[in-house]
């Protein structure tokens, strides 16, 4: 998995949080100056998931954006596009997230869709029951609950 935290306004960023709905945080869709605009704010990061397996690379798979303070990380955005379920790679977002910014709590705005079920089952894996609305994950708790990870990571654009 490569995580990119500088490819937030390349074309295939925006296109993959536009099209996800079966694990997308919370429906919301931007065009292109919404996006722009709202990766431009204080404090604000994106970054983008690629991944290779053993047949050869998916290319972009996930994306994640938001806001960091000095308590927590705000995830306003997640997408994952449905060829990287089963392998673990929605764990290696949040890992990357709390590896990258040194907080104790990520703080997820979702919102139940009709579509994503997918992440409503992956954050009741954390929660211990599926969430109704935006939900924080402590580091300790992600910690717990996260699986044994075996990727290669890589980190770009530090």
């Known amino acids: 998995i490569t995580f990119d935290f500088a490819a937030?306004?390349?074309p295939r960023t925006l296109d993959l949080v536009n099209?996800?709905?079966?694990?997308?945080?919370?429906?919301?869709?931007?065009?292109?100056?919404e996006w722009h605009n709202s990766l431009t704010l204080p404090n604000t990061f994106a970054v983008s998931a690629s991944y290779r397996d053993?047949?050869?690379?998916?290319?972009?798979?996930a994306v994640l954006a938001g806001q960091v303070s000095?308590?927590?990380?705000?995830v306003n955005t997640w997408v994952m596009s449905c060829r990287a379920f089963g392998r673990r790679i929605e764990y290696e977002c949040l890992k990357a997230i709390l590896d990258r910014f040194?907080?104790?709590?990520i703080v997820l705005n979702f919102s139940p869709t009709p579509?994503?079920?997918f992440l409503?089952?992956?954050s009741g894996s954390l929660l211990g029951e599926k969430p109704t609305g935006?939900?924080?994950?402590?580091?300790?708790?992600?910690?717990e609950k996260c699986p044994q990870l075996y990727h290669v990571v890589d980190i770009l654009h530090e």
Not at 54 to 61: A, D, H, R
């Open 54 to 61: 053993k047949y050869g690379p998916l290319g972009v798979v």
């Open 19 to 33: 099209k996800t709905n079966q694990f997308n945080l919370n429906g919301i869709r931007y065009n292109q100056t």
């Open 134 to 143: 935006p939900f924080s994950v402590s580091r300790t708790v992600f910690l």
């Open 8 to 10: 937030a306004l390349k």
């Open 115 to 117: 579509r994503n079920e």
């Open 120 to 122: 409503q089952e992956f």
């Open 102 to 105: 040194p907080v104790q709590q």
């Open 70 to 74: 000095e308590q927590a990380v705000t």
